[in-house]
């Protein structure tokens, strides 16, 4: 069976999902998918740490489920913005993990992710496949995907 790396932006997956439908990822359902296809040796969920109640469930949630949890603290800025973004994170995991796997997917539609998709795909011959909600993903995430899987209704709560 190939090896599988799952990557997952939840700030970029919980808001382009809300935005665009109004519910929840269902991450139960893409950990049967990708466990079907392959053999999962790495799952990380990148978040921000707020500390409240909800956030808490819902890590707890991810990490039953079989992900690796990983979280930066949410910093407000004397301006009002707000500071929590995980992608350097991401793409140091995913450059480390591209050696050892077969496939890497990704969740997001963040279109900063192309050159690394393109970059493990050239150097690494992994297969990249990438998860995001179409109206919300950049062109050139979807177009440096091995294979785009579109978020719609049936992956949704």
Known sequence: MRKTAIFVDVQNIYYTTRQAYGRQFN??????????????VLANAYAIHRGDDQQIKFQNALKHIGFTIKLKPYIQRSDGSAKGDWDVGITIDVM???????????LSGDGDFDLLLEKIKKDYSVQADVYGVPSLSADSLI???????????????
């Open 27 to 40: 991450y139960r359902k893409l950990w049967e998918r990708l466990d079907s296809e392959g053999n999962i």
């Open 96 to 106: 480390e993990a591209a050696h050892n796997v077969d496939r890497v997917v990704l």
């Open 143 to 157: 177009g440096s995907a091995s294979t785009y899987y579109p978020i719609e209704e049936g992956m949704l709560l």
